[in-house]
């Protein structure tokens, strides 16, 4: 079998340096849902810069960051979640309140149920 990530020979769906890298990455998730929130307003041009195009005025927000903010982050990672439970026997998701609760309290299931699901992270 190969590593989905590197495609180098392993025993499971990803290599070890794969699913260490990923867990390392999961833990800056919250973070990073926060630091959008200053991202959310679209920036301001100068005053003299001329901007073409259409004469309706522009979305008060970008829209990019606004999709990830309203589940566009903690839907995948859940649903990713859900599966492990399913496959592991564990209980359902509980209700996690606002977004970024979800989100860090995901991380922290994923980040502590690594040894027993690395075949089907990729999957």
Same mark, same amino acid.
């Given at each position: 079998?190969?590593?989905a990530l590197?495609?180098?020979?392993? $025993?499971?769906?990803?290599?070890? +340096? ?5 867990? $390392? ?6 973070k990073k ?27 008060? #927000? ?8 309203? +589940? ?9 979640? &859900?599966?492990?439970? /399913? $496959?592991?026997?564990?209980?359902? /998701?509980? %209700? ?6 979800? /989100?860090? #309290? ?10 027993? %699901?690395? /075949?089907?992270? &990729?999957?």
């Amino acid at each position: 079998m190969k590593c989905a990530l590197c495609r180098r020979h392993t $025993e499971t769906s990803l290599c070890t +340096n794969c699913w260490n890298y990923a867990i $390392e990455k999961l833990q800056v998730f919250p973070k990073k849902y926060e630091e959008l929130e200053d991202e959310l307003l679209p920036s301001r041009g100068r005053p003299s810069e001329r901007v073409g195009g259409s004469k309706e005025p522009p979305l008060p #927000v970008r829209l990019e960051v606004l999709y990830l903010r309203s +589940n566009g982050i903690s839907k995948p990672l859940m649903n990713h979640e &859900a599966k492990i439970r /399913i $496959e592991q026997r564990h209980t359902r /998701i509980t %209700f996690r309140g606002q977004e970024l609760n979800r /989100i860090t #309290v995901t991380c922290q299931y994923l980040r502590h149920k690594r040894n027993g %699901f690395m /075949i089907t992270m &990729a999957m």
